[in-house]
């Protein structure tokens, strides 16, 4: 059954042809093993809560135990976040369950939650947790918040310090804040909340950081204030990031940023709005040097008299630059006078970076060729290890170090006769882990180029951070602590190697269910559901009411009548094991033809009619007389004199018969009048029957008959006068007139009258797609792109013949990616065109007739062509814009096309999603008829 069926059409067609490349950046966070046989769990989240670590592999969260051992405390979690004051997990089902030091925090009465419990809030399909206050989203698009309301950053409406319940997020009118899609927290006084088409602030306005044209030190707001300046962000993706009191916000390919302006001289002017860039700022990171006065510090904690210098690194365009004051030339602004030199223009320092992590001081980057690089201002070198071990790196990661804020260090400067005695505030260099492509796995905190030092760990697949803590999976799915030992007193390049052991990694795979909408021929939705082939599948179900009801699925499933369903769709494994669930909101609008319809209505004299018995728009009904060509049923017609065979249909829009009749009618019936008349010719009627000498006396007219012998006074009639006749009575209206004949007569000359009507042209022009960087994740198993675009459709041709306009789409094939069965990159997969679907809406009129010829609706690709939109026999002719948006839904698992000889890997079999660039071919057609 394909999505739509098309009809033959004329000759003319234009095609165009787009690529669509999609770009899958590495997050070392996935495993992948071919020859294992079973699927290993990778490991989601690490979690450090009250000085113990938590982990969340396989759906369920662990503690760790100090001797290595691992207790299982929760499962079917799908999201697990925290800080040290409260852990956060949410389930499956969309409830949640924390852990806190203080339940306030999570929306508890005041108290330790040393257990996981149940909160008092369902439905939830995201979590956020900054340090003491905890966000949730709902399915419906609505945010609730609970914990540290740090100058109204919940954004719940006051300013109470607490907030001890799970309270709305509101809007302008205290409200329930709508369609809220992502939260961000950036540090603790302000918040910002992105709902479909716009971006929110929270909290303390310091520096502008509101953006809404102000500035206020502790100016807090309670009630949503938008970011100005900022496009409509409907259909893009959206990524904040903070440094020091500067925000930046990626906005598809664009970048803005606010707050206190980097890019001003010595990083004093505020941008109150937020500004575009043209530079291409990615994640912009700071790195700030104090300077105190140590006697009042020890004294009273009085900080009136500290001062900062700042230094800006960021990645732009595969380039890592940086500003701001320079590492070397950063000064005592209190003992010397003026600042330090403040450079507001980004400098280039190293070129094909992939990645960079700041460590303090200076950062590392990785290249493209996976060589590590070290920069500190203008000192770039490269990194090779003791012996030139440090190669063909996969990955860099940092991880706090802890208690980094409170050291400092007493240094000494003089100003003439003058010493001035500071403590400077040291940002220690960070404890860095590097993960080769060979599984071997290095670390330094302290010196580069010669203090790397290797773990005891082999075959690391993936490094997950969380608080001071690093772990560490491997190919066979072991879970090891990697750490960095910390030393207040003594800091050493000493790192963990411990395994853990009761971790529950072994995987039951049971993909998301996809789901395929098909149409027949009376516009039911077929809805097919693929579950995917996973061996531990025991059950496959689903819904059409929301979940309320389950039912086994064995064939697609047929929708019927009028009606919306809330579709789900579910696998199940042994255990009570369930899938992520697949969701949709249906419309089903059909085709309904009443029972005995369509007919041919016979109302005698060859008057004949029809009645389609449906008023559906997506109908066309048609007539056709004697076996002709068939035509558009507009009205009533009138067949001539005679017997004729009458026959029409009902079909849908792509031309497939839906109902039909058929009858036999009769032409008008030949009326007496119809008989030629003789008097319609002027010789016709014999006129002389009409003249006075109808009358038998013929003295009517004295002169008509002379008689010599009678006199006129001896003629015994003197009363026969004129007037005494009956001639009078014929008027000279009795006389029938002759009817004039059309073709009585001889032609005296013709004339050819003739006019010339030009056509013009027949075109679409498709404005493309845009499309983000895609960053592979493991805890979501789908990720999804929109993208927002239009095609423009002309025809100026006068013929009104109409048109179809469709688009057909492969398959994503993925260049060659890496085959870690043999070491080589000759492993290409695919996403199946499914994954794609389309969103249509009303047309616009830009020239031409005002009508709308889009097909609404969302329609979700497969081999088939979908038709987007029509024009019936002569409309659509002029210029139209044609609105579409559509969604990429990403995959976690991938098909094999094709490997290299020897290969674990065999076509047609599914694995992990892979990195690297997918390609597919979308054919637009404009073919002219209907």
Do not use: C
């Amino acid at each position: 059954m394909s999505v739509v069926r098309t009809k033959k059409m004329r000759s003319l067609h234009l095609l165009m042809i787009a690529i669509l490349v999609i770009s899958l950046a590495f997050i070392p966070n996935h495993i992948e093993k071919a020859d294992a046989a079973t699927s290993i769990a990778p490991l989601q989240s690490v979690v450090t809560y009250n000085g113990a670590n938590y982990l969340l592999i396989n759906s369920k969260v662990y503690k760790m135990e100090t001797t290595g051992q691992a207790t299982l405390l929760l499962s079917d979690v799908d999201t697990f976040v925290g800080s040290d004051d409260a852990a956060v997990a949410l389930k499956k089902d969309g409830t949640v369950w924390a852990l806190a030091k203080d339940g306030q925090y999570v929306g508890k009465p005041t108290g330790a939650i040393s257990t996981f419990t149940q909160l008092a809030i369902a439905d939830v399909s995201n979590i956020w947790v900054n340090n003491m206050s905890v966000r949730y989203l709902k399915k419906d698009g609505t945010l609730f918040a609970s914990g540290f309301n740090t100058g109204g950053s919940l954004g719940v409406g006051n300013t109470n310090y607490w907030i001890g319940y799970i309270a709305p997020v509101i809007d302008a009118s205290y409200g329930l804040l709508q369609n809220v899609v992502d939260f961000f927290q950036l540090g603790n006084a302000i918040s910002y909340v992105r709902t479909k088409d716009k971006l929110y602030a929270y909290g303390d306005n310091v520096r502008g950081l509101l953006g809404n044209t102000s500035v206020a030190v502790n100016g807090q707001t309670v009630t949503p204030v938008q970011v100005l300046g900022l496009p409509d962000l409907t259909g893009k993706t959206a990524k904040l990031s903070y440094a020091s009191e500067t925000i930046v916000a990626q906005i598809g390919t664009e970048t803005y940023y606010w707050g206190r302006d980097p890019f001003s001289a010595s990083y004093a002017t505020n941008q109150t709005t937020a500004k575009k860039t043209t530079l291409a700022v990615g994640e912009l990171n700071s790195y700030s040097v104090s300077y105190i006065d140590p006697v009042k510090y020890a004294s009273n904690k009085d900080m009136s008299t500290a001062r900062e210098q700042f230094h800006f690194d960021s990645l732009m365009g595969g380039a890592l630059y940086n500003f701001g004051v320079t590492i070397a030339n950063f000064k005592d602004p209190v003992a010397l006078p003026g600042t330090s030199p403040y450079t507001a223009t980004p400098v280039s320092r190293l070129t094909n970076v992939v990645k960079y992590v700041p460590v303090g001081e200076y950062s590392i980057a990785l290249k493209t060729d996976k060589s590590l690089w070290y920069v500190r201002d203008a000192d770039v070198q490269k990194i090779n290890g003791p012996t030139g071990e440090i190669n063909n790196v996969k990955d860099i990661v940092t991880a706090p170090l802890q208690f980094q804020s409170k050291r400092f260090s007493q240094e000494v400067y003089s100003s003439g006769s003058t010493t001035s005695f500071m403590w400077r505030a040291l940002s220690y260099q960070l404890p860095m882990w590097i993960l080769k492509d060979n599984g071997d796995l290095w670390a330094n905190a302290f010196s580069m180029n010669s203090g790397e030092v290797k773990i005891p760990v082999t075959g690391v697949q993936s490094l997950v951070q969380g608080g001071y803590s690093m772990y560490a999976q491997t190919d066979t799915g072991d879970v090891y602590d990697v750490s960095y030992i910390y030393s207040y007193s003594n800091p050493t390049n000493n790192y963990k190697s411990v395994k853990i052991t009761g971790l529950d990694t072994v995987q039951v795979v049971l993909e998301t269910p996809i789901l395929t909408q098909t149409l027949d021929k009376f516009n039911n939705h077929i809805l097919s559901v693929d579950y995917g082939s996973s061996a531990d599948i025991t059950t496959r179900e689903y819904s059409v009411d929301g979940g309320t009801t389950w039912l086994l699925y064995t064939a697609p499933v047929t929708l019927t009548g009028q009606t919306t369903v809330s579709f789900r769709a579910r696998s199940g494994a042994a255990g009570g094991i369930y899938s992520t669930l697949l969701e949709s909101t249906i419309v089903n609008d059909p085709i309904i033809i009443a029972a005995g319809y369509p007919r041919i209505v016979d109302a005698g004299n060859g008057n004949v009619s029809v009645e389609s018995g449906t008023t559906h728009p997506d109908v066309n009904v048609e007539i056709r007389i004697d076996g002709g060509s068939w035509q558009t049923y507009t009205g009533p017609v009138v067949v001539p004199a005679g017997g004729h065979s009458v026959e029409t249909r009902v079909t849908n829009l792509t031309g497939d018969v839906l109902g039909s009749d058929s009858k036999a009618v009769n032409g008008p019936t030949p009326a007496p009048t119809a008989t030629p008349i003789p008097t319609v010719a002027p010789t016709a009627t014999p006129a002389p029957t009409v003249a006075p000498t109808a009358t038998p006396v013929p003295t009517v007219a004295p002169t008509a008959m002379p008689i010599p012998t009678v006199t006129p006074t001896a003629t015994s009639v003197p009363t026969v006068t004129p007037t005494a006749t009956s001639v009078p009575t014929v008027t000279p209206t009795a006389t029938p007139q002759p009817t004039i004949d059309p073709g009585w007569g001889s032609p005296i000359g013709s004339e050819d009258i003739s006019f010339t009507v030009l056509g013009g042209g027949f075109s679409s022009q498709f404005n493309g797609l845009l499309l983000d960087t895609v960053t592979i994740g493991t805890t979501n198993q789908y990720q999804v792109i929109n993208s927002v675009t239009n095609s423009v459709i002309e025809d100026s041709r006068g013929t009104g013949a109409g048109w179809n306009y469709s688009l057909r789409i492969t398959d994503f094939v993925s260049d060659p990616v890496i085959d870690n069965s043999l070491g080589t990159s000759n492993l290409v997969v695919k996403m199946p065109s499914t994954a794609l679907s389309v969103d249509v809406t009303d047309t616009t009129t830009l020239v031409g007739q005002d009508m709308k010829l889009s097909l609404n609706g969302t329609y979700v690709f497969n081999s088939e062509p979908v038709v987007l939109a029509k024009a019936e026999a002569f409309q659509g002719m002029g210029q139209y814009q044609l609105p579409m948006s559509y969604m990429l839904r990403i995959p976690d698992k991938v098909e094999v096309v094709s490997a290299g000889s020897g290969s674990a890997y065999q076509a047609g079999a599914k694995t992990g999603l892979r990195v690297g660039t997918y390609r597919s071919q979308f054919t637009f057609t404009l073919a002219s008829g209907i």
